[in-house]
């Protein structure tokens, strides 16, 4: 069994990304400017934006953190997201998700210009990602994409069931795995909580998406010898021996999945680094265009 080590990868990328910012800086060109949106005080929302942010700094970016109150309204956002839109010094931003339930969140997505939408979720970029024009891409999946690509996993041809089919990871995920493009070529099934005979799918997966936000819901009964794992999950679950009160846990039940998979990512240390580095990347290439 291998790690696939997100933590290490997600470092390299960022180096090679301030190296890109250096670059840029010495053309006299502008240095990338990231903001972020979070409305209210989830706790995880927070940590979330908090790395974000201080992965810019990292990296060399410019980044601003618009910090509003849990009674927000809807119209109140929209506004700053018309400012955040019209800052010609802001190359992207993230709204981060989710909102309050008094704000209706695709209302938000939709607001966002799409030129400036490094979280890649407004429907211009879904569709420009799904008919393979180059785009921002999510970056939860384009960070998966990038650890296949640099783990050099064979995917062209293989069976891929992806667990969950949310818009921010498992619909994604279905589409890009399912493309003519590097870490692609898959035949895919994408699976949910009306799927009824997941145990015999994924028995069949030469790789395992789990993206459905169940702790420990893949187990090693469920796998074949060799499978790659890739584990999108992370929750906090209680734990009174831990300081902070809580363990994270993936959708994966690492214990007995990695003793038969090939490739496995951590939680922590997998795919969630990946998730930062990716939205660097897309903040880059908001400023560069340079997509490939
Ligand atoms: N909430 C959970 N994942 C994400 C993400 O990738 N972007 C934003 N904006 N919110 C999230």
Redesign the pocket.
């Known amino acids: 069994m291998k790690l696939i080590d997100g933590k290490a990868t997600s470092a390299q990328i960022k180096e090679e990304i301030a190296i890109e910012v250096k670059n840029l800086k010495k053309k006299g060109l502008k240095t990338p400017h990231l903001a972020a949106v979070l409305v209210g005080t989830d706790g995880a929302s927070m940590t979330y934006v908090n790395s974000k942010v201080k992965a810019c700094e990292k990296v060399g970016f410019n980044s601003t953190l618009i910090d509003l109150p849990e009674d927000t309204t809807e119209e109140q956002l929209l506004h700053e997201i018309d400012l955040l839109n019209k800052d010609a010094d802001i190359d992207g931003f993230?709204?981060?998700?989710p909102l309050p339930k008094q704000i209706d969140e695709q209302k938000v997505l939709m607001a966002v210009d799409p030129n400036k939408d490094v979280?890649g979720f407004h429907p211009t970029n879904v569709g420009k990602m799904t008919l393979e024009i180059p785009t921002f891409l999510?970056?939860?999946p384009f960070g998966i994409m990038e650890l296949l690509e640099r783990y050099e996993i064979e995917t062209s041809g293989k069976n891929v069931v992806v667990i969950g089919r949310s818009h921010?990871v498992g619909r994604p995920m279905s589409i890009l795995m399912s493309q003519k493009r590097k870490a692609g070529d898959a035949t895919v099934t994408l699976a949910h909580s009306r799927t009824k005979n997941l145990k015999e799918l994924t028995l069949q997966a030469d790789i395992v998406v789990v993206a459905l936000g169940v702790a420990e819901f893949l187990t090693g009964d469920m796998v074949k010898e060799g499978v790659t794992i890739i584990d999108v999950g992370i929750t906090r679950l209680p734990d009174a021996t831990k300081k902070r009160g809580y363990r994270l846990a993936g959708d994966v039940d690492f214990e007995s999945v990695s003793k038969k998979a090939g490739y496995i990512t951590p939680v922590p240390g997998g795919v969630g680094p990946m998730?930062i580095a990716m939205l660097l990347k897309n903040t880059l290439l908001a400023v560069t265009k340079n997509f490939s």
């Open positions: 993230i709204v981060q998700l979280d999510p970056a939860t921010i998730t």
